[in-house]
């Protein structure tokens, strides 16, 4: 069963413009892992980050995590029509060591 | 370097057969992992491997599902009497080490039970 939520489910930009994806999950966390996938197959590691760490960055990517509210957010800025690509978040619960709790994604549509 | 492989990239079965799918995994990653995910859907985990033992293999949906990894490098995922409802992308990953580290997916194996 899916664990987290992204949101929104789906999204449709214009190149050039930022991209905000929210996910949100239920129990305490050891990391927080973003991912991309094209067309239904590998998935692409973009950022970890770890449940003492705030924000990170890599290029134009920002992910930031607020353990209080159990959210996290990925910012893709100046985005490019590449971008087009599902987005998952996905946790490692601390009782449950190695595996990843992934939610159903979203779907980002960039318009060149 | 080489990224985690999989093979078949594609596998047709008839409901009733006996399928492997095999994953290679990033040279020095201790830890592997399965997922399964369908269409619309994100993975789902199956079974993880630190070394050669199963560390975690509270995923696999039943007793037809099972998963070797006899050396610590290569693993096979096994699964008998396929079903239709087993049609997905069967998706391998390696970490360094089990836990906080970046797990990374191979382009997976679309299994399709006809």
New interface residues.
Partial sequence: ??Q?EEDPQALSIQEGENATMNCSYKTSI??L?W?RQNS??????LI?I?SNEREKHSGRLRVTLDTSKKSSSLLITASRAADTASY?C?Y?RGS??????????TQLTVWP | GAG?SQTPSNKVTEKGKYVELRCDPISGHT?L?W?R?S???????LI?F?GTGA??D??LPNDRFFAVRPEGSVSTLKIQRTERGDSA?Y?C?SSVL???????????TRLTVT
């Fill in positions: 069963s899916q987290g050891n990391n892992q991912y239904g197959r590998g998935l692409v590691h970890l770890r998952f996905a490692d449950t060591l190695g595996r990843l709790y992934f939610g159903r994604g | 985690v830890a992992y997922y995910q269409l619309g859907q994100g993975p789902e985990f993880y630190q560390a975690d509270s995923g992308v998706l990953a089990a836990g906080a580290y970046e797990q990374y997916f191979g382009p997976g």
